[in-house]
């Protein structure tokens, strides 16, 4: 799941090299933490946050296969 996220925030951003996804992983869910360069931020969250909805809604999509919360934070 980890690489599906990284593939979809690497598309939006413009500086890949500043894109870092940690992962905490439970008995019943995932925690992604995604870090990306400052001006990029607003490319990942998008206008109202649709961006940032879209892409937690096709990672939960994901997640349900295995049966797992997935949550996803942006963080500055």
Do not use: Y
Not at 32 to 43: I, L, P, S, W
Not at 48 to 76: P, W, Y
Request: net charge positive.
């Amino acid at each position: 799941m980890k690489e599906i996220l990284q593939t979809i925030i690497s598309s939006l951003v413009e500086d890949n090299s500043q894109v870092k996804i940690e992962e905490k992983e439970n008995e019943k869910s995932i925690c992604f933490e995604v870090t990306v360069a400052e001006k990029d931020m607003g490319k990942v969250i998008g206008k109202e946050g649709k961006v940032a909805k879209s892409i937690r809604t096709v990672m939960k999509a994901i997640a349900g296969k295995e049966r797992k919360k997935v949550t996803i934070e942006f963080l500055d």
